[in-house]
């Protein structure tokens, strides 16, 4: 049952009360880091369906990863709504082509690829290149491919297009960028002929295809419009030309979208976003209700000051953005330490590491992050060495696990049982007790802690999470310290933060100075309490601002 008014409006702040209940489109909402954009957007969904404005099975929620679609569906439950899909944009568009696909194209739905990497090795091969298939290259590779996929560009104009759009691409050879573009154009073409071969499909093709299916099939069209009329897009900043042309043959000529971003935050202008549908809202919808979110609530204000420094030295506060002001007490001030190596700089973040730890912070609440993945290796490798447990975030897919799996097995076994009266989390504990403190365990009981105390009534309330969570692989907290790039990090937070290699040619890393220190501005605001920035040899030009 869905809570009152009151419960949905309790504990607002003026700025969130606004957005909460202007709820007919357009809206368009500027909301900085940290702000409670989530709960501002999943309040004003449910006040909408209290009000009768929409039902819930008419609402489409957007968002651009499977966690935050599934915070997005969890926190719409806590509500008392269970019927909102919260999804990405490809899997909604996943979603309608497995659905009118036998109407539309007809036969068997094609195999859906999960990741490029084995495909393209075999393309490189078949193309009869020499590119070492190593991680690297296979990951900057299928950049590419997005890249010019979300911007529906092909094989044969990939070259031309991305030397306009000064792509730099970094393969393990001596050849020079244009030499190295024509050859990922090559690789291009050979994994679209593997595809059509093997009769396989990758995400950029579901968005494509569901486009193509929506434009050319008015009944098709008439049927989607029909299913979702109220529509909230979160992170709009990161939505590319394709997705925008999805969301437009969605929407249709109607209004009811409510859009929530922030320039500052665009972080994937290399992948094909763009912040201009953001910055124009008001002229595709001249009638839009404009909103701002800047009181911070995850930061202290030493660390909102260094992030609000890092906006003005970029120029990015304009009308489209504002510096933050925090609603926390003041904490300790960010700390810069230089040092002359890259292992003497990792030995003294392990060590600071440790200290937190042994001064009783919980190591879920410390991150450590880097620029890239090849970074967090080595710092994995020495905080092994010092016996500190820590998690990659990464694309591994926790629920396929088979010691998950068998755990969660014993979950639905346990959930037909009657657990309405009495504490459900202590039957769970019991129930999971004989796979000892593996870090799933931790995990899964930290989480089911968190809904009983946001009113899950049994443990069929937590079987639903964590099997929503499987479906969008979108796992628990784990114990440990959490590794991660700045690219990965976006939408979390934690209590201590390291920053590491804000180094000269670390970061920025690229051509694109704007975008790097969007990234940088992203990292420092994860931090809610402590953070230490490390660099080693040359100090990054970011820090300037810190002397």
């Known amino acids: 049952m869905a809570v009152d008014n009151a419960q949905i409006l309790a504990d607002l702040d003026p700025d969130q009360l606004a957005v909460v209940t202007a709820i007919r489109g357009p809206v368009c909402v500027i909301a900085g880091a940290g702000t409670g954009k989530t709960r501002v957007i999943t309040n004003r969904i449910a006040y909408a369906i209290n009000a009768g404005v929409t039902d819930p099975t008419k609402v489409l929620a957007l968002t651009f990863t499977a966690r935050a679609a599934g915070e997005m569906r969890a926190r719409l439950r806590v509500l008392g709504i269970a019927n909102v899909a919260a999804r990405t944009f490809h899997s909604a568009a996943l979603k309608q082509l497995l659905y009118f696909w036998p109407y539309a194209f007809g036969g068997q739905f094609p195999k859906l690829l999960t990741t490029k990497s084995g495909f393209i090795g075999q393309a490189i091969t078949r193309a009869e290149l020499a590119i070492p298939a190593q991680v690297n290259s296979l990951r900057e590779i299928a950049g590419e491919i997005e890249w010019a996929k979300v911007l529906e560009i092909s094989p044969d104009n990939y070259q031309e297009q991305a030397i306009a759009n000064s792509r730099s691409v970094r393969l393990p050879n001596n050849k020079s960028q244009n030499e190295n573009l024509a050859m990922i154009s090559q690789v291009y073409e050979a994994y679209e002929s593997l595809k059509r071969q093997e009769r396989c499909l990758d995400f950029e093709d579901a968005l494509l295809l569901t486009v193509g299916m929506l434009e050319e099939d008015r009944a098709v069209r008439e049927r989607v419009r029909d299913q979702y009329r109220y529509f909230t897009v979160d992170e709009y900043q990161d939505v590319s030309p394709l997705q925008q042309r999805l969301l437009n043959l969605w929407l249709g000529n109607r209004e009811e979208i409510c859009v929530v971003g922030d320039a500052a935050q665009t972080i994937y202008s290399f992948a094909g976003a763009s ?248 990292g420092v605001t994860r931090a809610k309490q402590k953070i230490q920035i490390t660099y080693s040899g040359k100090a990054s030009v970011f820090l300037d601002q810190f002397n």
């Open 275 to 522: 912040s201009n549908f953001l910055l124009n809202f008001k002229n595709r919808f001249p009638n839009a209700q404009s909103f701002r979110l800047s009181r911070g609530y995850r930061s202290t204000p030493e660390i909102i000051n260094t992030a609000n420094q890092i906006l003005r030295t970029a120029n990015l506060v304009s009308d489209h953005g504002s510096e933050l002001q925090s609603a926390n007490t003041h904490g300790d001030k960010p700390l810069v330490n230089g040092f002359n190596s890259t292992a003497d700089e990792i030995s003294y973040v392990v060590s600071q590491v440790s200290k937190q730890i042994s001064s009783g912070s919980d190591s879920s609440e410390i991150a450590i992050l880097a620029r890239t993945n090849a970074q967090l290796d080595q710092v994995k490798s020495a905080l092994n060495n010092a016996k500190i447990l820590s998690q990659i975030r990464s694309g591994e897919r926790f629920f396929e696990r088979v010691d998950v799996r068998d755990a969660m097995r014993v979950i639905r076994s346990a959930s037909v049982l009657p657990s309405d009266i009495g504490d459900w989390y202590a039957d769970l504990v019991s129930v999971l007790r004989p796979f000892g403190d593996a870090d799933y365990v931790v995990g899964f009981l930290r989480l089911a802690k968190s809904i009983q105390e946001n009113g899950g009534a049994n443990m069929r309330a937590f079987l639903r999470e964590i099997e929503d969570r499987a479906e969008q692989n979108n796992p628990p907290t784990l114990p440990g310290v959490t590794l991660a790039t700045l690219h990965g990090a976006k939408g979390l937070e934690w209590d201590h933060l390291f920053l590491i290699g804000v180094s000269d040619g670390v970061l920025p890393m690229g051509n694109d100075l704007n975008e790097e220190r969007r990234l940088f501005y992203v």
